[in-house]
Nanobody, 120 residues
Framework: QMRLVESGGGSVQAGESLRLSCVASGYTYNAYAMGWFRQAPGKERELVSTLDTGGKITYVDSVKGRFTISKDNSVNTLYLQMNNLKPDDTGMYYC??????????????WGQGTQVTVAS
């Protein structure tokens, strides 16, 4: 059974850091692109960052220079290092697996989410 499990969320003050982790199981981890999404209350889900199997990385403009996506294939884990957090970063963060090696084919496996709350 394909599964993604996120962890690392929490409540922090503005300017602090968090590192999210997403452990994958049930499929060949390094054969698929991965991504982080977030959803704030009352807002649509937003794609935050992606990492495809070729190493191509993307970030939404609002997190560039503050967030870093990475992965460790040896432990089937995707990370999102979030520095200098802002209140606008508050939301539920989801890990997702793409349907293929790149990000243009849709997302078909999702984690349960981990909450990030940033106080001003």
């Amino acid at each position: 059974q394909m599964r993604l499990v996120e962890s690392g969320g929490g409540s922090v003050q503005a300017g602090e850091s968090l590192r999210l982790s997403c452990v994958a199981s049930g499929y060949t981890y390094n054969a698929y692109a991965m991504g982080w999404f977030r959803q704030a209350p009352g807002k649509e889900r937003e794609l935050v960052s992606t990492l495809d199997t070729g190493g191509k990385i993307t970030y939404v403009d609002s997190v560039k220079g503050r967030f870093t996506i990475s992965k460790d294939n040896s432990v089937n884990t995707l990370y999102l290092q979030m520095n200098n957090l802002k209140p606008d970063d508050t939301g539920m963060y989801y890990c997702a697996r793409a349907a293929g090696a790149t990000t243009g084919v849709g997302w078909n496996v999702w984690g349960q989410g981990t909450q990030v709350t940033v106080a001003s």
